[in-house]
């Protein structure tokens, strides 16, 4: 066979070769497409699967991280607590034995504590600036604070919207008035806090909305029921046995509303003490007290303050983040131009 016969053979039998190997490619592709197919479905369900778990996984770990630091906070008040309790029986004693004092008399002498609890913590924080290595002052510092707390709580035992009106007086002033935002915010950027810290802030102002959430709702419905009653359009034409009734509920509802602010002076007292005795120094909370004057120290607002400095913070991170990854993206880019 001639060379040009040979190649003439060669280019006729080719296309028929291919076409063969084609259709064996075909056949085989298409069978083995069924299992593939079978197993990327499983592979789906299983990462549904995975993902279902771990979102459980999520909210289990999220509510146990909630209930330890519940936990913990109320494990670092309650021998505070009980110690408080005990003062209040004998407070409460004395009270049966000699009588109520004027509630004129109880705002004196509770703004006469706080602001010798301010001039006490202004001289500890000086001479600690000027002696760190003398702990004296811190450790006294704690002591009358502690000291304090009780003694506040004895005092506003019979009134516990006293020391909520005290938070918004101006003591350099006398007179009511809200405390702006900016006071807070000057009061704790005066000292700096740890992640720790941070984390325990996250923790008590997420229990303090919980709890005053219901306590919220429930001095709602008392207001609307004594507005209802205090609005009846015929109570002066009722008869007297009618009126008694309204007047009982009256009182009744009274009790409530009474109740209600003491379990909200509660709820901010607890979350003051963990703060003051469990997640500030001594140093910090010394500090504090004494820029917060003309105002006294209020916890819940100082703990906004912090929360909204943790979050600015975070904003800050994330934005940061963004950034780098926005321009780490471009660099890439770059990079990826230059090598084509």
Known sequence: MTSSNFTSGLIETTPSRNSCLLSLHVEFGHLSK????????????????????????????????????????????????????????????????????????????????????????????????????????????????????????????????????????????????????????????????????????????SIFKEKMSSIFEERRTILLHLHERISIPSFTSQSQVMRTDVLLHIDVLSLQLRENIYRERSAKAMIAEFLAFSVFTPYQIAKMYSVSYPYIFDSIAVLNSCINRARAADAAAAIAEAAAAAAATIISNDSTDETE
């Open 34 to 205: 069924k299992p593939l197919r079978k197993q990327q479905q499983q592979l789906a369900n299983l990462q549904a699967h995975l993902e279902e778990r771990t979102r459980i996984f999520q909210i289990v770990n999220t509510e146990n991280q909630r209930l330890t630091q519940r936990l913990r906070i109320l494990e670092s008040i309650l021998p505070y607590r009980e110690q408080t309790l005990t003062l209040l029986y004998k407070k409460l004693e004395k009270k049966l034995e000699y009588g109520s004092v004027p509630i004129p008399i109880i705002r004196d002498r509770a703004v006469s504590l706080w602001l010798d609890l301010v001039r006490q913590c202004s001289l500890h924080v000086l001479s600690y600036d000027a002696h760190p290595s003398n702990k004296f002052h811190l450790d006294h510092a704690r002591s009358i604070i502690s000291k304090f707390y009780q003694d506040i709580a004895e005092l506003v035992v019979d009134c516990p919207q006293l020391w909520l009106d005290l938070l918004q007086s101006n003591l350099e002033t006398g007179q009511s008035e809200e405390v702006p935002e900016e006071h807070w915010n000057a009061v704790t950027g005066s000292v700096s806090f740890s992640e720790d810290q941070v984390r325990d802030f996250r923790a008590a102002f």
